[in-house]
């Protein structure tokens, strides 16, 4: 079965630190790969999202950044981050073509 | 640019009744799928229901269903037997394409009394 496993569930960083945010995804092959952010009391946002492996499309100018460095992992960084860089940040896959997307539990990112 | 809009932020229902949460949404194109989440406490996000654009039949599943008005870009969600357990925000998305980019309504909360 396919699983989706994203970590960690909560951090607090100060401003100006480094950030990686990890997702795997297994029991599926060439998945696209979403990265959103739900800031507080709102809708989901879309970051980032790929369809192979270094492929990656942004979708809003940001201080972020993601990769894909293999096939079923999507990392979210950020080389320093901003306090409006807190929130709660999903990671997703697609299975196939015109199929759901499917969401990791989150990260709740607080940057103080 | 595609848009989904949930016109209400909040909705109340008791429990074993029935409720139906809203959604429009405004595109272009003809092809298309539209979902409905359901974002618990635990903030994880659990799809409800899909509906494919092109089939004209209401999609359902268990006790939630929707009204699929395609000349009208409306999409609601009915919830029957409402309980404690369908709280939730419910989250309304919109996506076409084979990358497909949702994109989410800003969200219904539902409490469920007693």
């Known amino acids: 079965s396919q699983t989706i496993h994203q970590w960690p569930a909560t951090l607090v960083q100060p401003v100006g630190s480094p950030l990686s945010l990890e997702c795997t995804v297994e029991g599926t092959s060439n998945p696209n790969l979403y990265w959103y952010r739900q800031a507080a009391g709102r809708g989901l946002q879309l970051l980032f999202y790929s369809v192979g492996i270094g492929q990656i499309s942004s979708e809003v100018p940001q201080n972020l950044s993601a990769s894909r460095p293999q096939d079923r992992q999507f990392i979210l960084s950020s080389k320093k981050l901003l306090l409006s860089d807190s929130g709660f940040y999903l990671c997703a896959y697609q299975g196939g073509p015109f199929t759901p997307l499917h969401f990791g539990n989150g990260t709740r990112l607080t940057v103080t | ?114």
């Open chain 2, 1 to 114: 640019a595609q848009t989904v809009t949930q016109s209400q932020p909040e909705m109340s229902v008791q429990e074993a009744e029935t409720v139906t949460l809203s959604c429009t949404y405004d595109t272009s194109e003809s092809d298309y799928y539209l979902f409905w989440y359901k974002q618990p406490p635990s903030r994880q996000m659990i799809l409800v229901i899909r509906q494919e654009a092109y089939k004209q039949q209401n999609a359902t599943e268990n006790r939630f269903s929707v009204n699929f008005q395609k000349a009208a870009k409306s999409f609601s969600l009915k919830i029957s037997d409402s309980q404690l357990g369908d709280a939730a925000m419910y989250f309304c998305a919109y996506s076409t394409g084979t990358a497909s980019k949702l994109t989410f309504g800003t969200g219904t909360r539902l409490q469920v009394t007693l």
